[in-house]
C-alpha cells in the first residue's frame, strides 16, 4: 500500500453473500484499511458514521434491498440501571476485569473455542486457527485493549488483576468519545446464572464514564434477530439513521 492509499484511503465493495442474521437475505459490506498514522482518527470517524473494525479493515453493510442492520450506541452519562443490572453486579461481584495491551494468549484462544462451540456452532469463526485469533487481537493500527476477567484474589484490590482461569475476555477500541466493543466472549459454563455477557457490557459503561467519555459503541442491531436482542436492553440509546443519530428508548422489562 502507497503512502497516498494511506492519507486516502480506498473503499471497496464485496461480494453478495448469505446474510447470518436473516434467513433468505444477503448482505454486501464497503471496506477500508485502518492504516497508517491516520488509521486512529480515521477509526473515529468511521465508526462514528456506522462502521466497524476487524483487525485493520474497516466496514459497515451495503446491501441494496435492506437497511436492517442499524448502529447503535449506549447513552453512558444517562444510563438507566435497573434492578436486574444491580442484580447482574451483584452475582459478579467477585469477578473483576483487568485492563491490558492487545495481546493474545493461549488461554484466551481456549475460551475462545468453548465459547464457539457452545453460542455460536456452525458460524463463520468456527475455523479460527490459533493464529487467526491472534491476528484479530494484536492487528491493529488504532487504541486497543484487552480485558480479561477472571475471580478476585486476595490482592485484586492492589494490583486490579485477578486470580484463577480466564472467564472472559473483551477486545475493545478506544475512540474519543466513547469505547467500542469489537468483541467479546465468555465462559459459557460458567456465564449461567451470572449473565456475564452483560456484566460486560454493564462493565464497560462504568470504565467509559470513569473515562469521560459519552458513549459504548455495541456495533449492529436488527430487530427481529434473536442475536442481536439483547443490545436493545441498554437504554438509553442512540441510532444512526439518514437523520444522523438520534436517540431511541424502548421498554425495558425489569
Known amino acids: 500500500m502507497t503512502e497516498h492509499q494511506r492519507e486516502n484511503?480506498?473503499?471497496y465493495l464485496t461480494a453478495a453473500s448469505p446474510c447470518p442474521y436473516l434467513p433468505g437475505k444477503?448482505?454486501?459490506?464497503?471496506f477500508t484499511h485502518l492504516v497508517g498514522h491516520r488509521a486512529t482518527q480515521l477509526n473515529d470517524i468511521l465508526t462514528q458514521g456506522g462502521f466497524r473494525r476487524s483487525q485493520n479493515i474497516a466496514y459497515r453493510p451495503a446491501c441494496e434491498a435492506c437497511r436492517a442492520c442499524i448502529s447503535i450506541r449506549v447513552c453512558v452519562d444517562d444510563f438507566k440501571d435497573t434492578r436486574s443490572y444491580r442484580r447482574v453486579r451483584s452475582d459478579n461481584s467477585d469477578?473483576?476485569?483487568?485492563l491490558g495491551p492487545p495481546n493474545?494468549?493461549?488461554?484466551?484462544y481456549s475460551l475462545f473455542r468453548a465459547y464457539l462451540d457452545q453460542?455460536?456452532?456452525g458460524g463463520g469463526m468456527m475455523d479460527m486457527s490459533m493464529l487467526d485469533y491472534a491476528l484479530m487481537v494484536e492487528d491493529t493500527h488504532v487504541e486497543s485493549e484487552v480485558i480479561e476477567y477472571r475471580k478476585r484474589g486476595p490482592d485484586s484490590a492492589l494490583n486490579g488483576q485477578g486470580v484463577g482461569p480466564l472467564l472472559g475476555v473483551a477486545l475493545t477500541d478506544?475512540?474519543?468519545?466513547?469505547?467500542?466493543?469489537?468483541?467479546?466472549?465468555?465462559?459459557?459454563?460458567?456465564?449461567?446464572?451470572?449473565s456475564l455477557g452483560t456484566f460486560m457490557i454493564l462493565d464497560h459503561v462504568a470504565r467509559a464514564r470513569k473515562r469521560g467519555l459519552p458513549y459504548l459503541y455495541l456495533g449492529y442491531w436488527v430487530e427481529g434477530s434473536k442475536k442481536m436482542a439483547y443490545k436493545a436492553r441498554f437504554q438509553p440509546q442512540e441510532h444512526l439513521g439518514p437523520q444522523?443519530?438520534?436517540?431511541?428508548?424502548?421498554p425495558t422489562p425489569e
Open 9 to 11: 484511503p480506498q473503499f
Open 26 to 30: 444477503q448482505e454486501r459490506k464497503v
Open 174 to 194: 478506544v475512540l474519543s468519545d466513547g469505547l467500542s466493543m469489537v468483541y467479546s466472549f465468555f465462559d459459557p459454563e460458567v456465564s449461567g446464572g451470572r
Open 119 to 121: 453460542r455460536h456452532p
Open 244 to 250: 444522523g443519530w438520534t436517540r431511541r428508548t424502548t
Open 104 to 108: 493474545p494468549s493461549s488461554e484466551q
Open 95 to 98: 469477578i473483576i476485569g483487568h
